[in-house]
C-alpha cells in the first residue's frame, strides 16, 4: 500500500492541474507512512521542489506525522540542520512561546524556586531590554504568567503542559506586535518593510523566530499543522493579518490531509462558530440549520469582494483565470437553495418531537438530527407551507 500511495502521489504531483484526490483504506494500511514517503522523495530530489502542507485534525496526530518524517529523512541520512532548513512543525503561538520560554528560562528549575527564576529572567532580559523596551515588558508579563499557571496548578516545569491560561494567551500576540513598535522607534521611519523588520530580529534577537517559526515560513519546504491552525489567521511582522498558505502564493502547494473525515467536521465547527455572532445571546449555542444557512448566505455576499488574491486569480479546470466565474456561480448556487428550501421561513418543531432541552441542530454526519437519538429522529423532514410562511420539521417515515 505504501508504494501504491507514493506512485498515485507522483502522479498527481506531475499533473499540472489543481484536482482533489481522496485515498481511502483501512487503518494500518499504510496510508500515512506512503504519504511521508512520498514527501521525503520530494525533499530528496532537489533544493526547490514544491512546498507540501501536511495537515491533521489534532496535535497527537500532528507530531506523530512529523516525527515519521523526521525518521525517514535520518535513514537517508539527513542530519537535524537538513530537517530544520526544509521541514516545520508549525504549533500554536502560545504553544511556541511556552515552549521556548519553558527551554530559555525554566529548564531544570521547579515554580517555587523563586529566586532562581528571578535571577533568570532577569539575565535573559537584560541584553535587549534597553533597544526593545516595551518587548521586554511584554515578555516579562508572559514570564510571570507563564511561571504563575504552572505554581497554580501544581505542576512541574519538566512536564510542559500546553498553557491554557487567557492572560497568558492574550499577551503572547502582543509581543510580535510590541517588537514591531520598538524597531519602528529604532528605524525612525514611518515606512518600514517586513524583510526590514526581520532583519533585525535577525541581527539582534534571533531566537525570537524560536517563539515565532512562521516568521520564516517561505524558507520551508514542509509545514505540519493541524487543520484549525490552517484556517486561523497569523500575524506578520507588519502586523497584519493572513492565512499561513499565502505565504505560499508564489508556489505549487501540495495539501495532504491526513483523517479527512475528522478535518472535516473540525472545519465545520470552525466555520459554525465564525458565523455565530457570540454577542447575540439568542444564538450562543449551536444554531440550527436555518439560521446557519442565513449567516452563510450573509458571509459569502461579503467575502465576495474580500477573498485572496490568488484565490480569485487562480486558473480554472481548463487552464484559464476563471475562477471569478465559478465563483459567481457558487454564490448563485447558495442564493438558489436559500429559496428553494424557503429558508426565509421561520422554523418550528412538532411537538411530537420536542423534549426537554432538545433542539434541532445541523450536524456534519450523514443526516441532520436532534441532540438526542429516538426511532422517530431517523425520519425526520421538512414540511413547508407557503401561506404561514412555517418551516415544520416532524417525522414521518412515509414522506421521508
Known sequence: MENLTVKLFNEIAEKQLPGLALFENRTGSGKTMGALQWVTDMLMKSKNSDVIIYITPNRQNRDEAWRGLVRQLENHGKDKHFVDRNVILLKSEVDEVSDYLNKAIFKGLEPTDTDSISSRVTNFLSPFKHRYPLFAETLKSAINRYQFYFFQKGLHFSQNKHVDDEDFSKTVPLLKKNLVRDIRKISLSKKISNNDILQEITANIPWVFKMFPELKLKEKRVVFMTSRKFLALIKT???????????????????????????KEDWN??????????????????????????????????????????????????GNNDNKDILKVMQQKICDTYQNLNLLYRVKLDDSLKAENQRFIFNAGMQNQLLGKTEAERYLVIQSDPQQQLNLIKSDKELY
Open 237 to 263: 511582522p507588519k502586523a497584519s493579518t493572513m492565512h499561513i498558505w499565502a505565504a505560499f502564493s508564489q508556489k505549487k502547494v501540495h495539501l495532504i490531509m491526513d483523517e479527512v473525515d475528522e478535518i
Open 269 to 318: 465547527n470552525f466555520i459554525i462558530d465564525q458565523i455565530t455572532d457570540k454577542s447575540d445571546l439568542a444564538f450562543r449555542d449551536r444554531l440550527d440549520l436555518f439560521h446557519i444557512y442565513r449567516r452563510i448566505i450573509i458571509k459569502v455576499n461579503d467575502c465576495m469582494t474580500t477573498l485572496p488574491q490568488q484565490i480569485i486569480d487562480a486558473p480554472g479546470i481548463n
